[in-house]
Protein backbone atom coordinates (compact mmCIF):
# COMPACT_ATOMS: atom_id res chain seq x y z
CA UNK A 1 0.00 0.00 0.00
CA UNK A 2 0.87 3.99 -0.35
CA UNK A 3 2.07 5.97 1.82
CA UNK A 4 -1.01 8.46 1.22
CA UNK A 5 -3.49 5.53 2.48
CA UNK A 6 -2.01 5.42 5.88
CA UNK A 7 -2.33 9.09 6.07
CA UNK A 8 -6.08 9.23 4.98
CA UNK A 9 -6.76 6.48 7.14
CA UNK A 10 -4.96 8.49 10.10
CA UNK A 11 -6.86 11.69 8.81
CA UNK A 12 -10.58 9.63 8.92
CA UNK A 13 -9.73 8.26 12.75
CA UNK A 14 -8.28 11.68 13.79
CA UNK A 15 -12.07 13.51 11.88
CA UNK A 16 -13.68 10.53 14.06
CA UNK A 17 -12.33 11.10 17.30
CA UNK A 18 -12.01 15.18 17.01
CA UNK A 19 -16.27 14.82 16.52
CA UNK A 20 -16.98 12.64 19.60
CA UNK A 21 -14.64 14.68 21.65
CA UNK A 22 -16.23 17.95 20.43
CA UNK A 23 -19.96 16.89 20.67
CA UNK A 24 -19.05 15.42 24.57
CA UNK A 25 -17.43 18.96 25.78
CA UNK A 26 -20.78 20.80 23.90
CA UNK A 27 -23.16 18.67 25.61
CA UNK A 28 -21.37 18.83 28.95
CA UNK A 29 -21.59 23.33 28.30
CA UNK A 30 -25.50 22.60 27.33
CA UNK A 31 -26.18 20.86 30.42
CA UNK A 32 -24.39 23.66 32.38
CA UNK A 33 -25.96 26.56 30.75
CA UNK A 34 -29.54 24.47 31.37
CA UNK A 35 -28.63 24.09 35.05
CA UNK A 36 -27.81 27.82 35.45
CA UNK A 37 -30.81 29.39 33.59
CA UNK A 38 -32.51 26.41 36.02
CA UNK A 39 -30.82 27.75 39.03
CA UNK A 40 -32.15 31.40 37.89
CA UNK A 41 -35.85 30.57 37.37
CA UNK A 42 -35.76 29.04 41.21
CA UNK A 43 -34.63 32.20 42.39
CA UNK A 44 -36.99 34.07 40.75
CA UNK A 45 -39.76 31.89 41.71
CA UNK A 46 -38.49 31.93 45.28
CA UNK A 47 -38.59 36.15 45.28
CA UNK A 48 -41.97 35.96 43.81
CA UNK A 49 -42.91 33.77 46.71
CA UNK A 50 -41.47 36.29 49.43
CA UNK A 51 -43.08 38.53 47.71
CA UNK A 52 -46.50 37.37 47.89
CA UNK A 53 -46.12 35.98 51.69
CA UNK A 54 -44.94 39.85 52.12
CA UNK A 55 -47.79 41.23 50.47
CA UNK A 56 -50.09 38.84 52.45
CA UNK A 57 -48.53 39.27 55.97
CA UNK A 58 -48.74 42.96 55.29
CA UNK A 59 -52.92 42.70 54.53
CA UNK A 60 -53.31 40.30 57.40
CA UNK A 61 -52.09 43.07 59.77
Known sequence: MS??????VLGIMFS???T???SR????E???Q?????EV????????KEKKNRKAMSRGL
Open 3 to 8: WWVYIV
Open 16 to 18: GFM
Open 20 to 22: VWI
Open 25 to 28: KERE
Open 30 to 32: ELR
Open 34 to 38: IEKEG
Open 41 to 48: YIRRMEKE
